[in-house]
């Protein structure tokens, strides 16, 4: 698994049905490899699992369904839904600038797990002992000024690949979405799944620089259209926490 901490990108996204993508997936192929991350594993996935803050307002949420030009939002993100793996956990800000989108993000220590669990200003508290990190500082600033909580819980299985001509290229597949209202990074097996999509991916198309053209090609043959989409906006729809005002 990459661990990359800070990154600026250009991201486009499309909705593809289950059939449609595995012809599509084929024809990718020929020009790209699987991340080397997942290419040994049997389904050749990876799981993600981010919890999302908000405050009451729904700001970040708004901002983005708004088309806000100058944003942000705060996750914390990790890759297993077993507790007790000791998988990386990362707390994550997202933003976008203009067109281009950045990722700034920074190891916490298990500890956090427990901090959530308990709720309240556990999760304050928590950070206070993690020092002078940037990001945790400006999360602290920001959850304290706009008293921000964890909304949405989403989890997917994703598929990466990367352009065996230029590295910077990268296409993803998102699929079997559920979001789940919880505060908690690791929930019960009662927790409420809702399936977001379902027989869909949604595929992201991540670069530095420009689209291969032979990639405008494919795109073109298959006629899909760019969308902006956010799972964590549709999590919120799904799961009736937020309405949709377009």
């Excluded at 040994?40 to 729904?58: C, E, H, T």
Aim: glycine share 6%.
């Amino acid at each position: 698994m990459a661990t990359e901490l800070h990154f600026s990108r250009f991201e486009f996204k499309y909705i593809m049905h289950a059939e449609l993508r595995n012809s599509f997936e084929g024809e990718l192929q020929y020009f790209m490899g699987l991340d080397p991350h997942v290419s040994a594993g049997r389904r050749q996935k990876y799981f993600v699992r981010s919890l999302y803050f908000d405050d009451d307002a729904l700001t970040f949420y708004y901002e983005k369904t708004d088309g806000v030009m100058i944003r942000k939002k705060y996750r914390i993100r990790t890759y297993t839904d077993d507790r007790e793996e000791e998988a990386a956990i990362f707390l994550e800000m997202k933003g976008r600038y203009n067109s281009l989108v950045y990722k700034h993000r920074t190891p916490l220590p298990r500890s956090i797990i427990k901090s959530l669990d308990e709720g309240g200003s556990g999760l304050v508290t928590e950070c206070l002992r993690l020092g002078k990190d940037p990001l945790v500082s400006g999360f602290l600033f920001d959850a304290i000024k706009m008293r921000l909580k964890p909304r949405v819980l989403i989890d997917y299985a994703r598929r990466p690949y990367v352009s065996r001509f230029a590295p910077d290229f990268r296409v993803t597949f998102d699929d079997s979405l559920e979001s789940i209202v919880t505060g908690r990074l690791f929930g019960s097996q009662t927790d409420r799944r809702r399936l977001l999509l379902p027989g869909y991916s949604i595929v992201e198309v991540k670069f530095k620089r420009h689209i291969p053209s032979w990639f405008h090609r494919l795109i073109q043959s298959y006629e899909l259209k760019r969308l902006s989409i956010s799972k964590y906006c549709k999590g919120m729809e799904r799961t009736g926490l937020a309405d949709n005002l377009e």
